[in-house]
């Protein structure tokens, strides 16, 4: 079971704490193996199923084989539009499908010459080289996504090859796939490719094992790393644009964050009602806020980068916006230069359209509680009352969700925090 699961899990976090730092990447690399003979055997008893769907699924479904077998390359882009082979009905619908090519993006040499260069911490060279490299192609496409009927809500959520426990407890908690009240949710969530010096054949092979059962994976071939949050932010962007016109909200998260979406659905249904749908973008905003110069923070942005506070943004734990605001974002973002740290990037964004991102108490992008031991953080009426919660690990999702949605579970009142 979920629980006795949690529990074992609990008992290796201790084990792992006792041990030499050593014996980690034996133990890592022991895990991969254990999860790949998981996955494997999860797909053979999902071949009856997958043999149902085979035909509808070979007309609309594009891996690798859609590309041509370049070896992966973090930088590769398309630098000129050519046609796209597909022809499913999604894509003849708008005319178009996704027009990325297996071409190399080669650095912006002139940037170079640029006095701000020389001085600029290292770490952003390659980012600042390769800036105007912007779309890429698909390794794992699903333009059908958005085709079955009108979808009223689309999940779509960040996350990375590896971290196939978060998806799990996303698509068994929050993110399942259903209707509710009429009102149809469809899920997606949105990778790169593996970093260099990981298992990259492997990684690949469990992702499209994974896709085959869940069908519910977009890939792009870019690395998986901070900077290149960004390119998922841009490359999803387009991707709606193409593939998903009867789509009324979006929400966009990471996979660590829970969500109660009964109250996502009623936020929607009351910015409806008062007609304040249009221009819809809110979540955990932040405002006033000015680039981190700590060269120790993630977050570090050298004065060489940008020099000037940040436009108002939201966390990108997770927040809501509205399909009418997310195509006018595609169009705006092919305007702004990218920047490393995809919220700030969305600000941008909105910062070009005039659109003010509104705050809701209800995200909590940044969790409850700073302080990890506080009760806030385990209480189960702030998190029904609550829209997200961020930082919570797949066990730590399970738990809550079936404690939340217990009908044993009596909060004295609605708490606004």
Avoid at 40 to 62: F, G, M, T, Y
Avoid at 111 to 135: A, E, G, I, M, N
Avoid at 250 to 273: R, S
Avoid at 304 to 332: N, T
């Amino acid at each position: 079971s979920e629980w006795s699961r949690g529990a074992t899990v609990t008992d290796m976090d201790h084990f792992f704490r006792r041990k030499r730092a050593g014996l980690v990447k034996p133990l890592l690399s022991l895990s991969l193996i254990f999860v790949s003979v998981l996955m494997i055997l999860k797909l053979k008893l999902s071949e009856k199923d997958a043999a149902r769907i085979k035909q509808a699924r070979d007309a609309s479904w594009c891996g690798s084989d859609c590309f041509p077998a370049v070896e992966s390359n973090f930088w590769r882009i398309n630098t000129q539009h050519a046609p796209s082979k597909r022809t499913d009905a999604q894509q003849v619908s708008n005319g178009t499908g996704w027009d990325a090519q297996v071409l190399n993006c080669s650095e912006d040499a002139s940037v170079k010459s640029q006095p701000w260069f020389r001085h600029l911490d290292p770490r952003f060279h390659q980012f600042v080289l390769h800036r105007h490299c912007r779309y890429f192609p698909m390794l794992i496409n699903h333009p059908e996504k958005c085709a079955d009927g009108e979808v009223h809500l689309l999940m779509v959520i960040k996350s990375v090859i590896e971290q196939h426990d978060r998806r799990e407890a996303v698509r068994k908690t929050w993110g399942q796939e259903r209707t509710v009240d009429g009102k149809k949710i469809k899920t997606l969530f949105l990778l790169g490719t593996p970093t260099t010096g990981k298992d990259t054949r492997n990684l690949q092979k469990l992702i499209e094992y994974e896709d085959k059962i869940f069908k519910d994976i977009l890939q792009w071939d870019f690395m998986d790393t901070f900077f290149n949050l960004t390119l998922k932010e841009v490359n999803f962007l387009k991707w709606f644009n193409i593939y998903c016109p009867g789509v009324r909200f979006i929400f966009k998260g990471d996979d660590d964050v829970f969500v109660n979406t009964n109250n996502l659905l009623e936020l929607t249904a009351f910015k409806v009602e008062e007609r304040k749908d249009a221009d819809l973008f809110i979540g955990d905003t932040i405002t006033k806020a000015i680039p981190i110069r700590n060269r120790q923070s993630k977050y570090y942005i050298p004065k060489e980068l940008y020099d000037k506070p940040y436009p108002p943004y939201v966390g990108g734990g997770g927040f809501v916006m509205s399909s009418q605001l997310a195509r006018r974002l595609f169009a705006a973002s092919e305007d702004v230069e990218l920047y490393p740290i995809d919220d700030v990037f969305l600000g941008m964004c909105l910062k070009k359209l005039s659109v003010a991102p509104e705050l809701h108490s209800g995200f909590r992008t940044f969790g409850i509680s700073r302080h990890k031991a506080s009760s806030m953080n385990r209480e189960p009426c702030f998190y029904k009352n609550l829209i997200v919660v961020h930082k919570l690990s797949a066990q730590e999702l399970f738990r809550m969700w079936s404690t939340v949605h217990s009908k044993d579970l009596v909060c004295a009142q609605r708490t606004s925090m």
